[in-house]
Structure formats: structure tokens, C-alpha cells
């Protein structure tokens, strides 16, 4: 910095650089996603993306090496996503059991309501596409798998039954009956005007499954003590 305090010329054209180049990845990444959804991944074309985007083909090559690339990337980001907005949820002072609902009701107002572009990527857009994305939409959906599985293990807790395989097995069962729900009435079907009666219906039957299967754990774990 100068006495002034402020920057020389060479560093202020750096972050102006650094700052233009990280709106090109974003533009970028953003035309992906909205064409992918649009069109379909396999009948987009890089050429499509760049058009969208505003840059040359190029340029997209400059940030992306393929467009499986790009892809996988999207889907890293809209991993971060998601987890970003149930973590939240998850540290809510409130009651574990109170938490785990709203960390759901986040997923559906927060995620799929507000970015169904993401949501179809997620489900739909990079399904059977390659060994590499398939590898990658596992390893993003058992990184959920976890989170949930963390949750729910701190539910147990109240329950006196904390047992981490019961609640892997939870969490695989909760998490894919809220893809469904996802799937059903966002991509097969438009109703996200109806989005928010269909998820207190969901996050109902959940919580009250939920809390019969810890019921019943806790119950068990009594008589099996006493004898």
C-alpha cells in the first residue's frame, strides 16, 4: 500500500483480474446449469454453454476440461449447497428431534423450491452419464447419508438407544423417501404451488415413524434390561 493506504496499480488490476475470472466460472457454471435442465445434459453442447454464457468456447475450455468436467464440478457445488443448508438447520439450538425437522423442511423450501435447477441435476441430469459422475453422485449421496445419520443419532440420544447401524439404516430410508417426494412433485409433476402442505405432510409421517421406531428401540432396551 501507498501512504494513502492505498493499493498500488499492479494490485488493484490482480483482484480486478481475479474478480473477472471468478464471474466467467460463475457465468459459466450457471449457463450449464440452467441448459442441462433446459435441454438435457447430452443435448447440450459446449458451444451452448459458451453462447449462454456470453464467452468464448475457449474460455469455457480455459476453466473446464471437458463437459463431464463442468458437470462434476456443478454437482461438487450443489453438494456444498445442500449441505450448507441443512448444516444450519442441524445447529439450531432446538430440540434434536426439532432440528432434524427443520433441517427437512429446509431441503424442500430452501432447495428444491428455491433451486430446482439444482434439484434436477442432482436427480435427474447426471444419472447413468459415466462411471466417473455415477462414482461422484454416490459419494455425494453418502456424505448425506452421514449428515443424516448424525442427526438422527443425536435423536436416539434422547431415546436412551443410540446405535449408529440403526441409524445409517434411518438415514438411508428418511433421505430416499424425501428424493422421492422431491422427484414426485417437482420434476415428474409441477406442484411446487402445493410444496409446502406436501412437506409438513412428509416431515409428519417422518417424524412420527421416527418416533415409533425409538419408541419401540427404547421399549425393547427396557425389557431386555430388566431380564
Do not use: D, E, H, M
Given at each position: 500500500m501507498n501512504r494513502q493506504g492505498a493499493l498500488p496499480g499492479n494490485a488493484v488490476t490482480a483482484l480486478r483480474r481475479q474478480r473477472e475470472k471468478e464471474n466467467r466460472y460463475r457465468s459459466i457454471l450457471e449457463a450449464a446449469e440452467r441448459l442441462?435442465?433446459?435441454?438435457?445434459?447430452?443435448?447440450?453442447?459446449i458451444q451452448d454453454i459458451a453462447r449462454a454464457a456470453e464467452v468464448a468456447v475457449g474460455t469455457v475450455y480455459f476453466y473446464f476440461k471437458s463437459k463431464e468436467d463442468l458437470l462434476l464440478r456443478l454437482m461438487d457445488a450443489?453438494?456444498?449447497?445442500?449441505?450448507?443448508?441443512?448444516?444450519?438447520?442441524?445447529?439450531?439450538?432446538k430440540p434434536p428431534i426439532d432440528r432434524f425437522e427443520e433441517a427437512g423442511r429446509a431441503f424442500f423450501r430452501d432447495f428444491c423450491l428455491a433451486a430446482p435447477y439444482q434439484l434436477i441435476i442432482l436427480l435427474r441430469e447426471s444419472v447413468g452419464i459415466s462411471a466417473e459422475v455415477e462414482a461422484r453422485r454416490r459419494a455425494i449421496f453418502e456424505r448425506f447419508h452421514q449428515d443424516a445419520a448424525g442427526a438422527i443419532l443425536e435423536v436416539m440420544g434422547e431415546f436412551g438407544v443410540p446405535d449408529r447401524s440403526v441409524a445409517e439404516v434411518l438415514a438411508v430410508a428418511i433421505a430416499g423417501m424425501m428424493e422421492k417426494v422431491a422427484y414426485q412433485y417437482l420434476i415428474w409433476q409441477d406442484r411446487s404451488d402445493q410444496l409446502e402442505a406436501i412437506t409438513t405432510e412428509a416431515l409428519a409421517f417422518i417424524r412420527g415413524g421416527l418416533h415409533s421406531v425409538l419408541n419401540n428401540l427404547s421399549e425393547k432396551a427396557t425389557t431386555h434390561g430388566k431380564g
Open positions: 442441462f435442465c433446459q435441454k438435457g445434459y447430452p443435448n447440450t453442447k450443489i453438494a456444498l449447497n445442500v449441505r450448507t443448508l441443512l448444516g444450519k438447520a442441524f445447529q439450531s439450538p
